[in-house]
């Protein structure tokens, strides 16, 4: 096995215990706490995990199969299933995460009207939506066979037809999916978080002018503190910026290289560096291993879940532990 190939296997391997493990802890929360499942915000989450479990369940560990064994995982009907879920998981949480911005943006922007905007029936829509979207060109590659073993991305996804007219049908196929995908995504991830930004800084100069009043009038306010006041208000305005850029920062770098491939390969009859197609797609995966970070697990909400979670577990493991200890006590006692 090439260096490459050892790299890029441990980079599959990483990227699928962090998602599945990521995951499965946002489901824990999510089943644990009855305030997130209230809100409408949790919908949207609920279905970003499902699509991440199953794509890192399904697509992730063939992919790595077909790096290690350079060899067609399973039968041709088999991966035909694999490359259906394929598209429709990628699809699916993309639009998720579009639906989550819309939802932050109503909500910094209209918070006083936020709960009539977004009710849990528009959530519901909304997600309706994004399956019937995902389906419909999930559907229409199976029922064409444009899905299969792609050797560029050894893993079960959209390939190529054979014909002339197959393969001019394929672009055009492609060149939709990407656009009402990728690039519809894209544009509401940057137009919505983008006013969000321009919100939380007008707050934070409001906050900013109130807090430099206030020194102004405190003359006898000690150095440090008015230094400490000056360094927080810094931070504010940072943590705002910090939070958009991951948001539409992830998506970009994680989805960008796959998407340009994928264009790119219609147009051109020379054949890619397979490490590199290996690595978009792997790229691509990693989305699922962040966006549990990215919208759930470092919120303080979600924090708080997990460490109630822990605590009740070490609360209950010390009082099994109490019990024991009492148990052998009283054993001990009896056999003297």
């Not at 060109?137 to 002339?164: D, I, P």
Request: aromatic residues 10%; hydrophobic residues 45%; proline residues 3%.
């Amino acid at each position: 096995m090439h260096t490459a190939e050892l790299a890029l296997s441990l980079l599959l391997v990483v990227i699928i215990v962090v998602s599945l493990l990521s995951n499965v802890l946002v489901l824990i929360c999510f089943l644990y706490n009855a305030e997130i499942r209230k809100q409408v915000p949790g919908l949207f989450i609920l279905n970003l995990t499902f699509c991440n479990l199953l794509l890192s369940a399904s697509s992730m560990p063939l992919t790595l199969y077909g790096v290690l064994s350079n060899a067609h995982p399973g039968g041709q009907i088999f991966c035909q299933v694999v490359g259906f879920l394929d598209t429709f998981l990628t699809t699916n949480s993309m639009l998720s995460m579009a639906a989550l911005s819309i939802d932050r943006w109503v909500a910094v922007v209209f918070p006083l009207s936020y709960h009539s905007r977004i009710r849990h029936r528009d959530a519901v829509i909304a997600l309706a939506y994004t399956w019937m979207h995902s389906l419909s060109f999930s559907v229409v590659a199976a029922c064409l066979s444009w899905v299969g073993y792609h050797q560029l991305y050894a893993s079960c996804t959209l390939c190529n037809g054979r014909a002339v007219n197959a393969k001019t049908q394929f672009a055009i196929y492609t060149m939709v999916l990407h656009s009402l995908t990728f690039l519809l995504v894209s544009v509401v991830l940057c137009v919505t978080y983008l006013k969000v930004l321009k919100v939380a800084r007008f707050h934070c100069k409001r906050i900013d002018v109130i807090t430099m009043q206030t020194l102004v009038l405190l003359v006898d306010i000690h150095p440090s503190v008015r230094q400490r006041c000056l360094e927080e208000q810094k931070r504010r305005r940072q943590r705002a910026t910090r939070k958009i850029s991951t948001f539409i920062g992830t998506f970009v770098v994680c989805f960008t290289p796959y998407v340009i491939t994928r264009i790119v390969e219609l147009f051109v009859t020379e054949p890619f560096n397979p490490y590199w197609g290996v690595l978009c797609k792997s790229l691509a995966y990693s989305k699922a291993a962040c966006d549990p970070f990215v919208y759930s697990l470092l919120r303080h909400q979600y924090r708080k879940t997990c460490s109630d979670i822990i605590n009740r577990l070490l609360k209950r493991s010390s009082q099994n532990g109490y019990l024991l200890r009492v148990k052998q006590y009283s054993l001990k006692k009896m056999l003297d």
